[in-house]
T-cell receptor, first 113, second 115 residues
Framework: AQSVTQPDIHITVSEGASLELRCNYSYGATPYLFWYVQSPGQGLQLLLKYFSGDTLVQGIKGFEAEFKRSQSSFNLRKPSVHWSDAAEYFCALLTGTASKLTFGTGTRLQVTL | DGGITQSPKYLFRKEGQNVTLSCEQNLNHDAMYWYRQDPGQGLRLIYYSQIVNDFQKGDIAEGYSVSREKKESFPLTVTSAQKNPTAFYLC??????????????FGPGTRLTVT
C-alpha cells in the first residue's frame, strides 16, 4: 500500500535562514507528488507539484522541491524563510485513477525573528 | 472568483444528532472529496465522487454519508454512528480529465465539535 512519511513533526528556523522539509513516499508505480501549506484553521493551498520531467520543480512563494526516485523522496526547500511562512506543510501522493491523495502527517514550521 | 465554499466555518452539535456539512464549488470540477483532519494525523479520505450520482467510500467512511445530486455540491452527513466526530473537515475538488494528473483544490474547512 502507498504511504507518505514526513519525519519531522516540528521545525523551527530563524527568519532569513534556509529551510528543507523532508518527505518520503512508498508507492509501486509512478508517483505524482504535491506539497500543500495550511495556515491555522484554514484550508490547504497547493505550493507545487511533480508529475514528470524535470526533477526540480518550482512553486509559489519561492518554494522548490526536488524529486529523487532513488531515495523515494520529495523534499521541499526555500533559500530564505520569511516569518509569514510559519504554517503546517503537507506532502501528498496521488494514486489511482480516482486521483486519491495520501497525505503525510505534516510538519509544523515555526519561524523565529 | 471561482472556488470552494464550505459552510458553516464552526459547527456545534450534541452527541447523538446527525449533522450535515455543506460543500459547494463553482470550478466546474467533476470530482469532489471529503477529508477529515485530526491533530498529528494528516488528512484522511472519507468519501469521494467522480461524477454526479456516483460516490465511493474512502479510508474512513464508517459513520458518514454523502450525496452527489448536483455537480456543484457534495454534502457530508456525520451520523450518530460516528464514534469520534469532533474534527476539522475539508472538502476538495479536481478536474477529471482522462490521461492527465489533476491536482485537488481545497475549501476553507468546517470545524465540527460534538459534545
Amino acid at each position: 500500500a502507498q504511504s507518505v512519511t514526513q519525519p519531522d513533526i516540528h521545525i523551527t528556523v530563524s527568519e532569513g535562514a534556509s529551510l528543507e522539509l523532508r518527505c518520503n513516499y512508498s508507492y509501486g508505480a509512478t508517483p505524482y507528488l504535491f506539497w500543500y501549506v495550511q495556515s491555522p484553521g484554514q484550508g490547504l493551498q497547493l505550493l507545487l507539484k511533480y508529475f514528470s520531467g524535470d526533477t526540480l520543480v518550482q512553486g509559489i512563494k519561492g518554494f522548490e522541491a526536488e524529486f529523487k526516485r532513488s531515495q523515494s523522496s520529495f523534499n521541499l526547500r526555500k533559500p530564505s524563510v520569511h516569518w509569514s511562512d510559519a504554517a503546517e506543510y503537507f506532502c501528498a501522493l496521488l494514486t489511482g485513477t480516482a486521483s486519491k491523495l495520501t497525505f503525510g502527517t505534516g510538519t509544523r514550521l515555526q519561524v523565529t525573528l | 472568483d471561482g472556488g470552494i465554499t464550505q459552510s458553516p466555518k464552526y459547527l456545534f452539535r450534541k452527541e447523538g444528532q446527525n449533522v450535515t456539512l455543506s460543500c459547494e464549488q463553482n470550478l466546474n470540477h467533476d470530482a469532489m472529496y471529503w477529508y477529515r483532519q485530526d491533530p498529528g494525523q494528516g488528512l484522511r479520505l472519507i468519501y469521494y465522487s467522480q461524477i454526479v450520482n456516483d460516490f465511493q467510500k474512502g479510508d474512513i467512511a464508517e459513520g458518514y454519508s454523502v450525496s452527489r445530486e448536483k455537480k456543484e455540491s457534495f454534502p457530508l452527513t456525520v451520523t450518530s454512528a460516528q464514534k469520534n466526530p469532533t474534527a476539522f473537515y475539508l472538502c476538495a475538488s479536481s478536474r477529471r480529465l482522462a490521461g492527465i494528473v489533476n491536482e485537488q483544490y481545497f475549501g476553507p474547512g468546517t470545524r465540527l465539535t460534538v459534545t
